[in-house]
């Protein structure tokens, strides 16, 4: 019987597991053909004597005819009679026979046992021989797989080096770009520090030289106005009630200044916008409390030589706007990088010797005017937005700031960190304004909403809803102004819950600014005009429109802003 074939080896080198695998099956296959060596050789001698005794037991059966008493003696048997002794009987041999037939019946048995118990063994064997066999072909299978992934793995492995080959020579190339490119940066730098150092000087040279010449052009300019005003003072003005003539009047005070700072053309030109009235503009380079300041030297003048005013009450003309001058700005009297980004807020101290400014950069910045000049005085942090609206309270000592994170904060002046935050509105707030007392505010928001606030508690005392999107609001003494971007202007009740007034106007409201003795109240909105409204009679007294892009009016009036 021979054993199952090994798995033949192929010319290609093999791997060491397999081999093992190879060298078990051998061992197994000799040690199992080892067990059956001696066993076959001995199963086939006893086939063998069986064979040969079944012949024997042929030949010895006997026939009938020829079976005959022992008593009967044939003469052949007187002739073998002295060989009688040497043969020995059919019985002797049937019971030889019969005694060596049983004890080839039990060496049969028991070698039929033996090849029973030697066939299990081999069908158990031959199962996991099978078995092994399934388990070695799975394994190959699964040794191939684990090849082709090998494979595929080493592909990409080469195509991975390639390419971090190839970035690793890009890398290179770029770092030796950037190392050429920092060393023109640094010579770059180096040449505009130098052009800005030149530049510096210049500009330095350039200052020096224009205030020189700014100075003898002031001591002229001075001279002729000192000049010119000895002469106007000799003159004799006369100053009536009526608007008209006392145009006339201011108008030959003002055209006695612009002599000395203005061309004859410009003056002309100016004179005719006189006659209109009461067209709108801003501040000129003629400042207002000069121009005041020199129509108030003639009046007094005037009254020292005993010329009568008529017996009128000096509010009585200084109280209707008067255009003093008109010019095309030239040039800017201080400029100052305040902010990072844009200035939102302006606002002057009660005493006009602080200045507020607010922008997008979250920073509130306090400057002191020293002689038309601003000088950096503090910096106050910590707001949650970009700044809309800055206000100080009445003493000066509280600075009030509306922000874009849906809340207002309340700075002390003199230190950089908010004091208080006032919370509540839910969308951007637009404007924040103290009113007649430093423990009280309002402010209003996006969210159509005007809060009042006691600033001793931190807490929203009352809540307007004022129906539309609020851009600016001012305070009086029972009052609440809150302009709109529906182009209305509402009157609240500070006691109750109403509203007590609207006043519709053309344009979105940008700005409002109540006069000091809360009798006008000054309305910007985007029709380009500029409305005082009388709050005694509740209707617009006057419109200032845009006069010129490139021209801007000063106006003058005794009841301030």
Not at 23 to 30: G, I, S, T, Y
Not at 93 to 102: A, F, H, M, N
Not at 196 to 221: G, H, I, P, S, T
Not at 232 to 261: Q, Y
Request: net charge positive.
């Amino acid at each position: 019987m021979a054993g199952p074939r090994a798995p033949t080896v192929p010319d290609a080198p093999v791997a060491p597991w397999k081999r093992h695998i190879v060298l078990q099956l051998r061992q197994r296959d000799r040690t199992q053909k080892a067990l059956f060596l001696e066993l076959m050789p001995a199963y086939n001698r006893l086939l063998e004597k069986a064979q040969l005794l079944a012949q024997f037991s042929e030949k010895l059966q006997p026939e009938p005819s020829d079976v005959t008493p022992t008593t009967h003696q044939g003469p052949w048997e007187e002739e073998s009679g002295p060989d009688s002794d040497q043969v020995p009987s059919p019985a002797t041999l049937r019971v030889k026979w019969q005694e060596e037939e049983e004890g080839l019946r039990l060496v049969c048995g028991e070698m039929a046992y033996q090849v029973v118990e030697k066939s299990a063994a081999l069908g158990t064997l031959e199962s996991e021989l099978e078995e092994r066999q399934g388990r070695l072909a799975a394994l190959e299978a699964s040794a191939a797989q684990l090849k082709e992934a090998r494979a595929g793995l080493a592909e990409q492995v080469e195509a991975w080096q390639a390419l971090n080959a190839a970035q690793l020579a890009t890398y290179d190339k770029l770092r030796k770009h950037a190392g050429l490119q920092e060393v023109a940066l640094r010579r770059l730098e180096e040449e505009a520090r130098d052009l800005l150092e030149k530049l510096v000087q210049r500009k330095a040279r350039a200052a020096a030289e224009r205030n020189v010449r700014n100075e003898c052009r002031e001591r002229v300019k001075q001279a002729r106005v000192s000049q010119e005003l000895k002469k106007a003072a000799k003159r004799t003005v006369s100053i009536s009630e009526n608007p008209n003539v006392l145009c006339d009047g201011v108008m030959e005070g003002a055209e006695t200044v612009a002599l000395a700072t203005q061309p004859e053309s410009l003056e002309s030109e100016a004179c005719e916008k006189w006659k209109r009235p009461f067209r709108s503009a801003s501040a000129t380079s003629l400042t207002l409390s000069r121009c005041v300041d020199v129509v108030k030297g003639l009046l007094d003048f005037k009254k020292r030589r005993g010329h009568s005013v008529g017996g009128a009450p000096e509010q009585r003309y200084q109280s209707i706007p008067v255009c003093m001058a008109a010019r095309l700005p030239t040039r800017a009297q201080d400029v100052l990088d305040a902010h990072l980004s844009e200035v939102n807020a302006v606002r002057f101290g009660p005493n006009s010797s602080l200045l507020a400014t607010g922008g997008a950069d979250r920073l509130i910045h306090l400057w002191n005017v020293v002689g038309g000049r601003l000088e950096a005085n503090q910096t106050l942090e910590g707001a949650g937005g970009s700044i809309t609206s800055v206000d100080f309270d009445p003493s000066g000592s509280q600075v009030l700031a509306a922000t874009y994170n849906q809340a207002a904060q309340l700075w002390k002046v003199g230190e950089a960190q908010s004091k208080e935050t006032l919370s509540g509105h839910t969308d951007k707030v637009t404007a924040a304004k103290f009113k007649l007392t430093r423990h009280q505010a309002v402010t209003g928001s996006r969210d159509r909403t005007v809060k009042e606030w006691d600033l001793g508690r931190a807490y929203c005392s009352r809540t307007i809803n004022v129906l539309s999107y609020c851009n600016d609001v001012v305070c009086g003494d029972h009052v609440i102004i809150s302009g709109h971007n529906d182009q209305k202007i509402r009157f609240w009740d500070s006691r109750g819950p109403r509203c007590t007034q609207v006043i519709p106007v053309q344009g979105r409201v940008t700005s409002l600014s109540l006069s000091h003795d809360q009798l006008h109240l000054l309305s910007c909105s985007r029709d380009d005009t500029l409305k005082v409204i009388d709050l005694r009679v509740s209707n617009i007294r006057q419109v200032f429109r845009r006069w010129r892009a490139d021209r801007v009016l000063l106006w003058h009036t005794c009841r301030g802003f």
